[in-house]
């Protein structure tokens, strides 16, 4: 199911979050990786990255052979000015 994914995010990712969504209600339990190409989440919206972000529970990034987590969190506008 991932590499569909991948694949069909090539044209659109709005199109393949729509497709994860759907399986992430009804999958079978257990640990599940998404793979998608840098260059293809580049090319997308913002809408559709923060959306990527929220429906994954961890994010890496490869690098060669160095492994990133990525962490993604909503604030509160006003606590922004506020600090």
Known sequence: MDFLINDIGHNSLTQALTIEKAYNDDR???????????????ESN??????????HDQ?????????????VTKENVHKLFLN
């Open 46 to 55: 913002t809408q559709d990255l923060i959306e990527l972000f929220e429906i």
């Open 59 to 71: 994010i890496f990034i490869l690098k060669k052979e160095e492994v990133y987590k990525l962490h």
């Open 28 to 42: 079978i339990a257990g640990f599940m990786y998404c793979t998608y190409k840098t260059d293809v989440l580049l």
